[in-house]
C-alpha cells in the first residue's frame, strides 16, 4: 500500500528539483520518491533506522 504525505519545501530546493526532474524526464513527485528512497536505504544500511517491531514484541 501506498501512502500521500504533504510536503513543504523553500521555492528555491523545488526551482532546482524541477530543473533535475526535467533533466531526467520524470515528474518532481517521482524524483521527490526515488530520493526520499534511497536516503532511507542509506540511512537504514548505516543503522541509523531502528529495526521495525517484530509480532513478538506484540507491536
Known amino acids: 500500500m501506498s501512502k ?9 530546493i523545488h526551482e532546482k528539483l524541477e530543473r533535475w526532474a526535467k533533466a531526467e524526464g520524470r515528474p518532481v513527485a517521482n524524483l ?9 536505504r542509506e540511512a537504514e544500511e548505516a543503522g541509523s ?4 517491531a ?3 514484541d506484540g507491536k
Do not use: S
Open 32 to 40: 521527490c520518491n526515488f530520493l526520499i528512497e534511497k536516503a532511507v
Open 4 to 12: 500521500r504525505v504533504g510536503l513543504t519545501m523553500p521555492d528555491t
Open 49 to 52: 533506522i531502528p529495526a521495525a
Open 54 to 56: 517484530t509480532v513478538e
